[in-house]
């Protein structure tokens, strides 16, 4: 039976890549910062194993990298930005396991906002004009081309209010700030300078509407599925509680188009702005599992699934993965039904 570690069982997506992993037929290693007691998940995993905070650096890969050689893990599953952007850059500390996440530079685009938009631009998806916060208070012109203006007045003019900042590299909406008024941008940039993060920052115009998210497998062969959810009701980092599930073929093509340029490999996570107008705004590639993984599995979508059989873990032979140009199959494109889920929590003994 082969062993997989999976990191921060804790979070949103875990109870799904758990439970998938084991009707699999895989040994699971679960890992978090927090101790057993506190982790509902602790209790469905083989193995649980608390691990230094990956922001400890070194610590935190040889620990890792201890637990892989006392376990015979033969895969690392994380299951968070933060921890994926470590062990990115070690890959090679991990074996003989292998990082089951795309490869290293399509992990480092992805997790650059900028760098993501770029490409998926160059794909076709509209995206939200995006400026460097620095550059954007450095000094612009009004629209008459008189009076150059810095700091928060070049922001007033240029993109005006409602704006968003957010990091560059920022993950579950931390750090971000939604703007609408003149108070709230002087406040938001009092907070980011006494961080000293403004280098590091983005601004863009607010555009308003839903967030869609869409989990996105692509194959070694190239073809690509797509599952989009609309998120009606979410938590405050960005963790959808009720969605729709729905299918938009020009979306899904846009999405693969975008995974293409990416150099993805299995299952990530897309981001979009459902505008008013009805369009799609990309906004950012999350490439690891989402939180809302169990909706696209509920809808019948095995992510977990293909993600396992995209690096060779399972037959490829995914009865799931329908090819793109039968026409008789159309409605089945992904694996998904259309369909409105809603998230529940229960209660569970982790000791006793």
């Not at 922001?55 to 599953?77: C, F, K, S």
């Not at 400026?131 to 208070?137: G, N, P, Q």
């Not at 990530?268 to 999350?286: K, L, Q, T």
């Not at 490829?316 to 090819?323: G, L, Q």
């Amino acid at each position: 039976m082969k062993t997989v570690i999976v990191t921060a069982v804790g979070s949103f997506s875990a109870p799904a890549v758990i439970r998938e992993l084991k009707e699999a037929g895989f040994r699971v290693v679960g890992t978090d910062i927090n101790p057993k007691e506190l982790i509902a998940m602790s209790a469905e995993a083989d193995v649980f194993v608390n691990l230094p905070r990956c922001d400890a650096g070194q610590r935190y890969v040889n620990a890792m990298a201890e637990l892989i050689l006392r376990e015979e893990a033969d895969a690392v599953l994380p299951l968070t930005d933060a921890e994926l952007d470590v062990l990115n850059e070690v890959r090679d500390q991990l074996m003989p396991a292998v990082l089951w996440a795309s490869p290293a530079e399509a992990v480092r685009v992805s997790r650059d906002k900028v760098k993501s938009r770029a490409a998926a631009e160059r794909a076709g998806a509209k995206v939200i004009p995006t400026a460097l916060l620095e550059d954007a208070l450095s000094g612009t012109t009004t629209p008459s081309g008189k009076d150059a203006l810095s700091g928060q007045d070049a922001l007033l003019a240029s993109p005006g209010l409602p704006l968003i900042l957010k990091p560059r590299d920022g993950r579950s909406s931390q750090g971000l700030y939604r703007v609408r008024t003149e108070a709230e941008l002087a406040g938001a940039l009092k907070e980011i300078r006494r961080t000293g993060r403004e280098k590091d920052y983005l601004v863009q115009p607010l555009i308003e509407g839903r967030i869609v998210t869409v989990d996105v497998v692509r194959f070694t062969d190239g073809t690509c599925t797509a599952a989009p959810r609309e998120e009606y009701v979410r938590t405050w980092n960005g963790a959808g509680l009720s969605v729709h599930v729905f299918r938009d073929r020009t979306l899904e093509e846009t999405c693969s188009a975008v995974a293409e340029e990416l150099g993805i490999l299995g299952c990530v996570n897309f981001e979009f702005i459902h505008a008013e107008d009805g369009s799609y705004y990309f906004m950012e590639c999350n490439p690891r599992f989402s939180g809302g993984t169990g909706f696209s599995i509920a809808a019948g979508d095995h992510v977990v699934r293909k993600h396992l059989a995209a690096f060779g873990a399972v037959p490829e032979e995914d009865p799931e993965k329908v090819p793109e140009e039968d026409p008789e199959t159309e409605a089945q494109y992904g694996g998904a039904s259309e369909c409105w889920i809603a998230r529940k929590y229960v209660e569970v003994i982790t000791e006793s």
